[in-house]
């Protein structure tokens, strides 16, 4: 179902470009869809963060964006970055406004 009006919204404009920079969104999504399901089923009981299981979430995205556009270094800081990320997270490394980056040098931005 279409919203109204979204012919004609800068959403579908923005929808459109990354499309035509990310590959097509049903195929990006799904692609996603499965490898999150397969990291959902190997996790151990009880043994995933939440903020750890986000960010490994995002590095899923990275990936399937620099297999369409592997030209793009973005992609890859992202990636290393989220992953750095769910390390401090899946440690303990946290503080009441998520992961503490105090003693780590920062891999580029995200």
Same mark, same amino acid.
């Given at each position: 179902?279409?919203?109204?009006?979204?012919?004609?919204?800068?959403?579908?404009?923005?929808?459109?470009d990354?499309?035509?920079?990310?590959?097509?969104?049903?195929?990006q999504?799904?692609?996603?869809?499965?490898?999150?399901?397969?990291?959902?089923?190997s996790?151990?009981?009880?043994?995933?963060?939440?903020?750890?299981?986000?960010a /490994?979430?995002m590095?899923?995205?990275?990936?399937?964006?620099? /297999?369409?556009?592997?030209?793009d270094?973005?992609?890859?800081a992202?990636?290393?970055?989220?992953?750095?990320?769910?390390?401090?997270?899946?440690? !303990?490394? /946290?503080?009441?406004? !998520?992961?503490d980056?105090?003693?780590?040098?920062?891999? !580029?931005?995200?």
């Amino acid at each position: 179902m279409e919203h109204e009006g979204f012919e004609f919204s800068p959403d579908k404009k923005i929808l459109e470009d990354r499309g035509k920079k990310y590959g097509p969104m049903r195929e990006q999504w799904t692609s996603i869809e499965k490898i999150q399901e397969i990291m959902m089923m190997s996790r151990g009981p009880g043994q995933t963060h939440y903020g750890q299981l986000a960010a /490994l979430n995002m590095v899923v995205v990275k990936i399937m964006r620099a /297999l369409y556009d592997p030209t793009d270094p973005d992609h890859y800081a992202d990636a290393r970055n989220y992953i750095t990320i769910a390390e401090k997270c899946a440690n !303990g490394n /946290l503080n009441d406004s !998520g992961c503490d980056f105090e003693h780590t040098e920062p891999a !580029g931005d995200i």
